[in-house]
């Protein structure tokens, strides 16, 4: 792939830029955020069928990593399915975790950045900025989560294959961390169509916004509004079932999952 | 200066207030891509049309910007997903976009396998195939042309069957031996139905799964994804059980409420002590039983003939005496009996490992009848028959050729002692190819299917390719089979057809999808419906008398079809078409308890004695001497009024168990695709894969591969009685003891067909089948691993 940006390259790679740098600028001058924006992924609808990481690959333009890179586990899937197993057979467990960024409200990941690479938007996203990434990896290793990935390559498609891109989303280049950002390009997309119309954004069209939750056939991904006590993220976070990674880390992650339930008689 | 004005258009719409990191780009070039005529700069469209990565027909919504396919999304108004879209569909992409395509039609001018082809056009190409069949057909022979068709159900069959009707050839050899064929065939047996039923699943109450792969592949996954979790969540404080039986610890036994390990092959000694418990304890729908069925009690013929009932093959099943075969304790398998008594409807399906073995069909039948057992067919939340939209065409007149041609056997031996109470076993072909028998295969057409790669024996494929003198390729991406063809005719991909779609039987909803060009055809293919019915046309008389219509579009529209329309309209798919290039998709209502159709059996009723499959041993077979003598030679044990009852018997395995120490358990993942997984980087890749994506992997138990010395990771070769292959090992817990496991569909890409040995698993498989039924045992070859020297 050539290395010199053509004019849609360039234009595309700075609305990038400019849809995750907008929102904190205008953080301080502006009054306390509207929306706080959260995910509830529910266990007992999960089969593990990993249609969020395709779609969100789909939706995000991640290159597919390819023999050698797989091997190596330099794979980038900001959705990932993590898998936990235990016991021998045939006593067995397994269970399935859906994981996209958990959009800590206090993530270790920016304190670490020595560059003000990634930010967290006023309402609650954490942002990577790919332009100011010096490719240190010290959010990767201080992520306990395990969320963010670094781009060992250049990104690279077949020509074919470079036509079905996503015109929204500007590839990420070699050497910098890359990772979810809760499909912010179809929030600012659902902004703008309300406003247009002149009202407010509504949980119905929120609720399975990222791509990754549009995708689910079993429904078990839902996105939306933790500030709106109306929403259906919020009412399941409040689930006696939900739960969160690692909570003792006090990061506080705004992706709740809600545990498998046992069938009764 | 149009491109520059398009990409400011493009750029204003989402760089607001850019600038900042001027210079600091990614350095990439997003394409310098042309916009196509009929699309405006910035034009976006979302066109509704239907998935064709696997048989279950889920709706989907194409993204199209400026001409370019660029997302693939479920459609939320479609009755089957809601919205819900699988990883296959929206690796859709990959394939429209493949870029090892193949590039319009091609004729072979060089040795076989050696890849040169000559570029030709579809009107020489046309011409060529009707010449060569013409010929076969004028010397006589119109038998010697065999169809290989690969899609379950829809209209590109019909119009073949409709072919080759005409021409006189009675070779239209489907895959359903190696497929869903046992639970079709319990349908076709106890209930007269051709098609897979379908399940109520939204009202269910209890869930028992033989073998089927509910969230990992079968023909309805996505549709089950979302009825699971409406079975669990759908209903506050009520939730329906799912029982899980394999020997295998997959992602369905995972996501299962209760998984149960058995011995492979022992699925229906399992099905009848369940049966046994709940008629020894009461617990079945006597009412149902008795109003519904037949051959449930021993009974006299009209001759006065005494015959045996369900009731007496069970009471020999009792669970102490099954454990051990089923490696089920006793007391498990009356607890799980009493608890699909207490938790009506109940759903039993059998299907995948379950009806994989020599005695599949057996299997598959004494899982059905849990379902009369417990009076959960035609119930709201039971089993229902398929509520089936599109009929046929009516049928043509036939020459003398074509008579004496249909009149030839089948190569796929349908009529013959082993597959008595099949539809043909795709795996006895090679055979026949390489025998000559009954009669010399001239021409073989591949139409979605590629043997070599995807049936068992792929060594035997290949050499059996290489035998037939002219092979027709439809693939559009390059495969095994079609390295071996004199002509290939590229398909579209199903994202530029236009054509109706018969989906997979769901959850009853008489339902048909609409499948409609997304971009414009690449690659210079085209589809094959229209090859078919230019195919017939440009051979004169006999075949273009049957196929009136100009092109594959106008039969589509002259189909007749079942739902109901406004007065005056014909009932024929063109009357839908309006309103379906809108919405994707066109049903009817759901219905419950009809009677009168859901039993086409001689009886009317459910049948536990099958009287269908009494009448067609009595056809196969010249008496009952030739037919026990099938059965000693096969190793059949049940004699008599027992093979028209559901039944157990030990399986039977192909390899020698001290030559080959193991069980090869061959399956498919989320990510088995039409065509398998090796072609699409997003199906290879999904994050479960782990490190070993792109491997061929086979899965161990951790003290199995303990005592090879093979670790996470190592090459060793796999070995069956049918061929080897270098593979990677996988460690997992979840494998029983003694069985090795087989995710289908690997392998390299571009394909290696000069290889001698069979990537992506089935090749390793032997032909080995169920002795009555021909359906495939796939779960009946033994294997050995062997460290690889270093």
């Known amino acids: ?265 | 200066m149009r491109e520059l004005s398009r990409r400011e258009v493009l750029g204003a719409l989402t760089a607001l207030g850019a600038g900042a990191a001027a210079g600091c780009g990614s350095g990439l070039e997003a394409g310098d891509f042309e916009i196509p005529p009929g699309w405006r700069a910035g034009e976006e469209r979302s066109i509704p049309t239907t998935c064709g990565q696997c048989p279950a027909g889920c709706g989907i919504k194409v993204r199209v910007f400026e001409g370019r396919a660029v997302k693939i999304e479920g459609n939320p108004a479609h009755p089957i997903n809601a919205g819900g879209i699988g990883p296959k569909g929206q690796a859709g992409l990959q394939l429209l976009y493949h870029p090892d395509r193949i590039r319009g039609p091609q004729l072979r001018n060089g040795p076989r396998g050696s890849g040169r082809w000559t570029q030709i056009t579809w009107d020489s190409a046309i011409e060529r195939l009707a010449a060569e069949l013409g010929a076969l057909r004028r010397a006589g022979h119109p038998e010697g042309l065999v169809l290989i068709d690969g899609e379950p159900r829809g209209v590109v069959p019909r119009l073949w069957d409709r072919f080759l009707r005409a021409y006189g050839s009675p070779n239209h050899v489907t895959h359903a031996s190696t497929s869903e064929g046992a639970r079709a065939l319990a349908m076709r047996w106890m209930q007269g139905s051709t098609e897979l039923p379908a399940y109520d699943w939204e009202n269910t109450g209890y869930v028992l799964g033989f073998g089927v792969g509910l969230f990992d592949s079968w023909c309805q996954t996505i549709h089950m994804s979302r009825a699971s979790g409406a079975l669990r969540r759908g209903k506050p404080g009520q939730r329906a059980k799912f029982v899980h039986v394999a020997s295998r610890f997959s992602v369905t036994a995972a996501k299962a409420d209760e998984w149960i390990p058995i011995e492979p092959g022992a699925d229906g000694a399992l099905a009848l002590a369940l049966a046994h418990v709940l008629v020894r304890d009461g617990l079945y729908d006597r009412a149902f039983v008795e109003a519904h069925t037949f051959g449930f009690e021993d009974f006299r013929d009209e001759h006065g003939v005494a015959h045996a009932g369900f009731r007496t093959v069970i009471a020999e099943f009792a669970p102490e005496k099954v454990s051990r075969t089923t490696g089920v304790a006793a007391d498990r398998i009356v607890r799980i009996a009493h608890e699909m008594g207490a938790h009506p409807p109940v759903i039993a399906l059998g299907d995948g490992s379950a009806c994989g073995a020599t005695n599949g069909l057996g299997t598959a039948m004494a899982i059905h009848a849990l379902n009369a057992l417990l009076g959960s067919v035609e119930r709201t939340g039971g089993v229902l028959t398929e509520r089936r939209v599109l009929a046929s065409w009516p049928p043509g007149e036939l020459d003398g050729v074509a008579r004496a041609g249909l009149a030839a056997p089948a190569v796929d031996g349908r009529d013959t002692a082993r597959c008595a109470l099949g539809n043909g076993a795709i795996q006895s072909v090679p055979d026949a190819i390489l025998s000559g028998r009954p009669y010399p295969v001239k021409a073989l057409l591949l139409y979605r299917s590629n043997p070599a790669f995807s049936k068992p024996e792929g060594r035997k494929w290949r050499e059996a390719l290489g035998a037939v003198p002219f092979i027709v390729s439809f693939s559009p991406l390059p495969d095994e089979s079609t390295a071996w063809a004199d002509l290939v005719l590229p398909d579209h991909t199903y994202l530029e057809r236009s054509e109706v779609v018969e989906p997979a039987p769901s959850s009853g909803l008489p339902l048909i999808g609409l499948r409609q060009p997304v971009v414009a055809p690449r690659r210079r293919g085209m589809a094959t419906g229209d090859v078919v019915v230019r195919l017939a046309r440009a051979m004169g008389a006999p075949t273009a008398a049957v196929f009136p219509w100009p092109d594959y579009a106008a039969a589509v529209g002259a189909l007749p079809q079942s739902l109901a329309s406004k007065d005056g309209t014909p009932r024929v798919v063109s009357a839908l078409l309006p309103a379906m290039h809108e919405t994707g998709t066109a049903s009817g209502e759901r219905s419950f308890e009809q009677w009168d159709t859901a039993f086409a059996t001689p009886s009317g009723r459910f049948e536990f004695y099958s009287q269908g499959i009494r009448a067609r041993l009595g056809a196969v077979f010249a008496d009952d001497d030739a037919l026990n003598r099938h059965l000693v030679a096969e190793g059949v044990r049940d004699r008599g009024d027992r093979l028209c009852l559901p039944r157990w018997e030990p399986p039977r395995f192909a390899g020698d168990a001290a030559a080959f120490p193991f069980v090869l358990a061959p399956y498919r993942g989320i990510n088995y695709a039409e065509g398998g997984v090796r072609h699409l980087p997003w199906l290879r890749e999904l994050p479960a894969a782990g490190l070993l994506a792109w491997e061929e992997t086979i899965d161990m138990n951790p003290d199995d591969a303990r005592h090879l010395g093979l670790a996470q990771g190592e090459r060793a070769w796999l070995e069956s009685p049918v061929g080897r292959r270098r593979v990677c090992v996988r460690i997992a817990p979840g494998m029983r003891p003694g069985m090795v496991g087989m995710p289908l569909g690997h392998g390299p890409w571009p394909p290696r067909p000069e290889d001698p040995d069979i990537a992506g698993g089935h090749g390793l498989l032997a032909a080995l089948s169920d002795p009555l039924s021909g359906l495939h045992a796939h779960q009946g070859t033994r294997a050995r691993v062997r460290k690889e020297e270093a």
Not at chain 1, 217 to 229: H, K, Q, S, T, Y
């Open chain 1, 1 to 265: 792939m050539s290395t010199t940006s053509s004019r849609r390259g360039f234009l595309t790679t700075l609305a990038g830029a400019a849809a995750v740098l907008a929102p904190s600028r205008r953080a301080s001058a502006e009054p306390p955020a509207v929306h706080r924006w959260g995910m509830v992924i529910d266990l007992d609808r999960c089969t593990g069928c990993q249609a969020c990481a395709v779609a969100c690959r789909a939706e995000n333009n991640v290159p597919d990593a390819g023999p050698t890179n797989t091997s190596k586990g330099r794979s980038i899937f900001w959705m990932n399915l993590l898998t936990v197993s235990e016991g021998e057979y045939p006593v067995l467990r397994q269970q399935f975790f859906p994981a996209p960024c958990n959009h800590c409200e206090d993530p270790p990941c920016i304190k670490v950045c020595p560059v003000g690479a990634t930010t967290r938007s006023s309402e609650g996203i954490i942002q990577q900025v790919p332009e100011r990434c010096i490719g240190c990896r010290l959010c990767e290793v201080s992520c306990p989560y395990t969320r963010r990935y670094f781009n060992w390559s250049h990104p690279e498609w077949p020509e074919e294959e470079r036509e079905h891109l996503n015109p929204d989303v500007t590839p990420r280049s070699h050497g910098v961390i890359e990772k979810c950002l809760f499909c912010h390009h179809r929030i600012r997309a659902a902004k703008t169509a309300a406003q247009a119309d002149g009202r407010s954004l509504k949980d119905a069209e929120l609720r399975k916004l990222p791509a990754c939750a549009q995708s689910c056939p079993a429904e078990a991904i839902v996105f939306g509004d933790l500030n709106d006590p109306e929403s259906e993220v919020r009412r399941l976070s409040e689930s006696p079932r939900a739960f969160r990674l690692l909570e003792e880390l006090g990061t506080r992650p705004k992706v709740f999952y809600l545990r498998e339930a046992k069938w009764q008689e």
